[in-house]
T-cell receptor, first 114, second 111 residues
């Protein structure tokens, strides 16, 4: 158990809908990262938050947004969902903002868009 | 941005033999190279990492080597066991921890 909690574990929704994925980082970790894992794209970095502020952006679509709350949990919002958004979404956390710091991954949320 | 290539995509080894996975990266500024193991239904788990000021690092049956000049790094697993069967990912980062992952290697250890 990495200490990173993601909910829900599975989510099935229809195209055009909006969903929210939740992540609770390890106790004491200030950085939260979101990754998307799909069969054709592999593991892709989406976005990083550090202590409530956005720090780095990767290949995140405009239909997607995230935030980190004062209690350090994070939410990833996916809207106007398309079939191609079906993937595993992982959250990871680390103690510092970046640099040589082990990131601990949650077990992921499997999103299926039908 | 950083591009990480990983080979082979699948690897089948006899229990007790060694497994080697190789990765190359494109951005010479990358300075942190972790390896993750992902078992079915779980998130990636860090198994070993290396920083650019080190050429080799070992942890029991696992070792990683880094050649900064050639921009490639490798994972070596010795005396493989059935529990080593998993998908292994290499990654590279330029300190800001925006990890760029390789495509993964599915390792199967045959008993």
């Amino acid at each position: 158990d990495s200490g990173v909690t993601q909910t829900p574990k599975h989510l099935i929704t229809a195209t055009g809908q909006r969903v929210t994925l939740r992540c609770s980082p390890r106790s004491g970790d200030l950085s939260v990262y979101w990754y998307q894992q799909s069969l054709d794209q592999g593991l892709q970095f989406l976005i990083q938050y550090y202590n409530g502020e956005e720090r780095a952006k990767g290949n995140i679509l405009e239909r997607f947004s995230a935030q980190q709350f004062p209690d350090l949990h994070s939410e990833l919002n996916l809207s106007s969902l398309e079939l191609g958004d079906s993937a595993l979404y992982f959250c990871a956390s680390s103690p510092r903002e970046g640099g040589y710091t082990e990131a601990f991954f949650g077990q992921g949320t499997r999103l299926t868009v039908v | 941005g950083e591009n990480v290539e990983q080979h082979p995509s699948t690897l089948s080894v006899q229990e007790g033999d060694s497994a080697v996975i190789k990765c190359t990266y494109s951005d010479s500024a990358s300075n942190y190279f972790p390896w993750y193991k992902q078992e079915l239904g779980k998130g990636p788990q860090l198994i070993i990492d290396i920083r650019s000021n080190v050429g080799e690092k070992k942890d029991q049956r696992i070792a990683v080597t880094l050649n900064k000049t050639a921009k490639h790094f490798s994972l070596h697993i010795t005396e493989t066991q059935p529990e080593d069967s998993a998908v292994y990912f290499c990654a590279a980062s330029i300190s800001d921890y925006k990890l760029s992952f390789g495509a993964g290697t599915t390792v199967t250890v045959r008993a």
